[in-house]
């Protein structure tokens, strides 16, 4: 019997994951709201280095200052891709 015939089953409750996402700031349905930003937008706009910006976003996500969850954007070339957004509870 092959192992990738059999899907294992997690040992854990997605709602209990749920509950934790949402405890450390992260949406739990992922939807951003349209006033929601980027990183690059974040880091363009003070003028920081990208590193910079992700260690601030990180640290206000943390301390419950911003809300994080993800959204669907073009990119330069025009594909579909995902992207961490952030905004203001």
Same mark, same amino acid.
């Given at each position: 019997?092959?192992?990738?015939?059999?899907?294992?089953?997690?040992?854990?409750?997605?709602?209990?994951?749920?509950?934790?996402?949402?405890?450390? +700031?992260?949406?739990?349905?992922? @939807?951003?709201?349209?006033? %929601?930003?980027?990183? #690059? /937008?974040?880091?363009?706009?003070? +003028?920081?280095?990208?590193?910079? @910006?992700?260690?601030?976003? %990180?640290?206000?996500? #943390? /301390?419950?200052?911003?809300?994080? +969850?993800?959204?669907?954007?073009?990119?330069?070339?025009?594909?579909?891709?995902?992207?961490?957004?952030?905004?203001?509870?």
């Amino acid at each position: 019997m092959s192992s990738r015939s059999v899907k294992p089953t997690p040992d854990f409750r997605w709602e209990d994951l749920d509950r934790v996402r949402q405890v450390a +700031g992260i949406a739990v349905d992922d @939807a951003c709201p349209e006033h %929601s930003f980027t990183a #690059a /937008e974040y880091q363009e706009k003070y +003028g920081l280095p990208q590193s910079t @910006a992700r260690s601030q976003l %990180s640290r206000l996500v #943390a /301390e419950g200052r911003l809300r994080c +969850g993800k959204k669907r954007v073009k990119n330069k070339r025009g594909h579909w891709q995902f992207v961490q957004c952030f905004w203001v509870p």
